[in-house]
């Protein structure tokens, strides 16, 4: 019975004792990129798209979605637009 003690016993250190000993995961260097946007990732995805190469136009903190004046469900969707971007 003293055996079948002192192997739990030492089972028990083992085990507490791993996180101790085993080496922590190295932190990542750098954060990830984010992946450039692609014509597709449009919300919602159009059926087709072509780029314009000669089109420089660009979503920024200042840009403006309009919707139609009046119309409650349309200001829903440009608000949930805007959001989204």
């Given at each position: 019975?003293?055996?079948?003690?002192?192997?739990?016993?030492?089972?028990?250190?083992?085990?507490?004792?791993?996180?101790?000993?085993?080496?922590?995961?190295?932190?990542?260097?750098?954060?990830?990129?984010?992946?450039?946007?692609?014509?597709?990732?449009v919300i919602p995805?159009?059926v087709e798209t072509?780029?314009?190469?000669?089109?420089?136009?660009?979503?920024?903190?200042?840009?403006?979605?309009?919707?139609?004046?009046?119309?409650?469900?349309?200001?829903?969707?440009?608000?949930?637009?805007?959001?989204?971007?």
């Amino acid at each position: 019975m003293r055996r079948r003690h002192t192997t739990a016993r030492l089972l028990a250190i083992a085990a507490l004792a791993l996180p101790v000993i085993l080496p922590a995961a190295p932190a990542a260097a750098t954060a990830p990129t984010t992946p450039a946007r692609q014509l597709s990732d449009v919300i919602p995805a159009p059926v087709e798209t072509r780029p314009d190469t000669h089109n420089t136009f660009r979503i920024t903190p200042l840009t403006v979605i309009r919707t139609t004046p009046g119309s409650t469900a349309a200001w829903n969707i440009g608000h949930q637009l805007a959001t989204t971007l």
